[in-house]
């Protein structure tokens, strides 16, 4: 699909000493888009490693998406099929349904510790803007002993913690020389993407399907149909 390649683009093989690093891409996916597609193949070629795509149910950090957890579930699954290296972890999903508790990143890492052990190298990758509120997350002081950090900066949303002090003084030591040692020790490190990523955001493309505007080239052709015969955000069903 040649929306798949303007996302994908050239790679190198997940194999060598960084792909023993486990790396999860959490958001609300709301829905997936481009923008989305872009970080994750940057982080799997850039790090050489599988990115594993973890959709929150409940988010304690935004207003409750748009489309059900299924659904967004659903349009993971259709836009990962064309990406050899990004996987879909149902993990926040299958919490949720078992205990109805909000979803929080600290409880997804405190469930891969107990899945990995204690001296594998775990990284969570997320936007620069996500990044800027952490000190506004659930224990969020307590993340940086679980996992490293894989900071995502879109075109239009700069790395910028002046107005997050706290954040700021937390991390001023953590940032990685190379990508290598994050495979060296299991948490507790800061990378930046380096690879020029695209500028698409959820909001917008819900904004676009609200509106009428133009928004099919923003999401892969499989989640566009799905997402019109579902009638999602505003979206008009197909005729049947």
């Not at 996916?29 to 970080?39: Q, R, V």
């Not at 952490?134 to 002993?145: D, M, N, P, R």
């Not at 107005?163 to 495979?183: F, G, K, T, Y």
């Not at 993407?193 to 909001?203: C, F, M, V, W």
């Amino acid at each position: 699909m040649q929306a798949a390649h303007a996302v994908d683009g050239p790679r190198s093989p997940v194999s060598g000493p960084r792909s023993l690093l486990h790396l999860y891409y959490g958001g609300t996916f709301d829905p997936i888009h481009l923008g989305h597609l872009s970080i994750a193949c940057a982080a799997r070629d850039e790090l050489g490693a599988v990115v594993h795509l973890v959709p929150a149910a409940d988010p304690p950090h935004r207003p409750a998406p748009g489309a059900t957890a299924t659904q967004r579930a659903r349009m993971l699954e259709l836009a990962l099929a064309d990406h050899s290296g990004l996987v879909l972890d149902g993990r926040e999903l299958r919490r949720a349904t078992q205990s109805g508790a909000p979803s929080y990143t600290v409880d997804s890492l405190r469930e891969l510790r107990a899945e990995l052990g204690p001296t594998t190298p775990v990284a969570w990758l997320l936007g620069a803007d996500a990044f800027v509120g952490l000190s506004g997350w659930h224990q969020w002081e307590a993340l940086f002993e679980l996992a490293h950090f894989v900071i995502a900066a879109r075109p239009g949303t700069p790395l910028d913690l002046t107005a997050a002090p706290q954040l700021a003084a937390a991390v001023q030591d953590r940032w990685a020389a190379s990508a290598s040692e994050m495979v060296a020790s299991p948490a507790g490190r800061l990378w930046r993407l380096h690879q020029p990523l695209r500028g698409e955001s959820a909001s917008a493309v819900r904004s676009r399907i609200a509106t009428d505007g133009a928004w099919q080239a923003l999401v892969s052709p499989a989640v566009a149909a799905f997402i019109a015969q579902e009638g999602l955000y505003g979206s008009v069903r197909p005729a049947s």
